[in-house]
Structure formats: structure tokens, C-alpha cells
């Protein structure tokens, strides 16, 4: 999978839409502390399906919304917009996911503008062999968290970065039918 563009609205300090190009290659993001560059990674994870407030640093999953500073009054919502090209077995697809979070109204996510469920969401980039838990995502202080991870959590990882998360979902789902 290959993440092309991030936009954002109303995400955390993003209270101003800002459009991130991402090109090939490697991206750096630098800045001062506290100028949102965690609140980047956090976007992204959001945007894949992240549902623990507490992994997002917040209370409640309301608390990514811009909450407002001395000088702007909070948002109402805040949405989150990814262009991502995902392989498939036909070959590379560009797809956009978007998920949007209102106060007192919770979240929706659209995936190529068709409203759809979180866990659509989630088992597309499952089956992509990443998402909101990959691995490849390391927040600030969980280095030594991934490290030692016990088997049963280092399992799920790797079972992530082999594309076949999505599959213990789907069986799941059957065997509660
Ligand atoms: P560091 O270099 O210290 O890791 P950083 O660039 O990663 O900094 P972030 O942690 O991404 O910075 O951003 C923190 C900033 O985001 C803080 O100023 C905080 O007030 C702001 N912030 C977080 N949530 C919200 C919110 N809901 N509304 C407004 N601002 C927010
Ligand atoms: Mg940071």
C-alpha cells in the first residue's frame, strides 16, 4: 500500500483544511515541538479505523476534533481524508477513505465516496497486510512497547504484516451466524 495524499479538517491542532502530498520515497516531517507532527501519524491511524481514543491521546474519541485556542473557537467535526493505492490481485487501485467525526454524532466513514462501516474500512487495509495497529506505525514512547509485546500481541502483529488479520474477522463473523 502506498499513502498518496492527507487531508485534513478540524483533526487536532489541523483547524485550518491542509493538504499533504506524499511522493515516492521517503517524507520527513520536521517542525518545532507541538507544531502536529504526531498528530499526522494519528490522522492517518484515525483514518484506517483506529477506535481507542486512548492510543489517539485523548479521553474520548471526540477529543480529536480542534478544540479550540485563545485565538479560534473549537470545530464541530473533524474529517480526515486518504488517498491510498492498495494492491489487489488485478493489480495496484487508488482508493480514498474518509472518515468524519461530529460532536454528539459520532463517526462515519466513506470508502470512494459510498458510505460505509468501520470494519469495511478496516479489513481493506487488513487486507492490504496493514492498518491502525501495523507495525510499521510506531507512535513516540511505544518502541518499547513493540519490543516487549507479549506472544499472543506479537502474534496479531505479525498476522498483520501478512495480510491475514482480515481473515480471523471474517471467521468470526461466520461462526457467530
Ligand atoms: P513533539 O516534537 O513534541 O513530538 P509534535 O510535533 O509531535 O511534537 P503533536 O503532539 O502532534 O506535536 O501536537 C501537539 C499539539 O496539538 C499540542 O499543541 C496540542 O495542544 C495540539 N492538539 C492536540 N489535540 C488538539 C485538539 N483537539 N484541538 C486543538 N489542538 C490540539
Ligand atoms: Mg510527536
Not at 493538504?19 to 484506517?48: F, H, Q, Y
Not at 476534533?65 to 486518504?82: H, K, N, Q, W, Y
Not at 488517498?83 to 468524519?100: F, K, T
Amino acid at each position: 500500500m502506498r499513502i498518496k495524499r492527507l487531508r485534513l479538517t478540524g483533526f487536532k491542532s489541523f483547524v485550518d483544511p491542509a493538504d499533504l502530498r506524499i511522493e515516492p520515497g521517503l517524507t520527513g516531517v520536521v517542525g518545532p515541538n507541538g507544531c502536529g507532527k504526531s498528530n499526522l501519524l494519528e490522522a492517518l491511524r484515525w483514518t484506517m479505523g483506529e477506535n481507542s481514543a486512548r492510543s489517539m491521546r485523548g479521553a474520548g474519541m471526540e477529543d480529536v476534533i480542534f478544540a479550540g485556542t485563545a485565538t479560534r473557537p473549537p470545530r464541530d467535526f473533524a474529517e480526515v481524508s486518504l488517498l491510498a493505492e492498495i494492491d489487489a490481485p488485478d493489480g495496484a487501485q487508488e482508493h480514498e477513505i474518509v472518515r468524519r467525526i461530529e460532536r454528539g454524532a459520532g463517526s462515519a466513514y466513506r470508502l470512494d465516496g459510498r458510505d460505509v462501516r468501520a470494519k469495511d474500512v478496516q479489513l481493506l487495509f487488513a487486507d492490504a497486510a496493514t492498518g491502525a495497529h501495523s507495525p510499521a506505525l510506531v507512535s513516540q514512547n511505544r518502541i518499547g512497547a513493540v519490543i516487549a509485546a507479549k506472544p499472543g500481541e506479537r502474534r496479531a502483529m505479525l498476522e498483520e504484516a501478512a495480510g491475514i488479520a482480515g481473515l480471523h474477522v471474517r471467521r468470526k463473523d461466520a461462526e457467530a451466524r
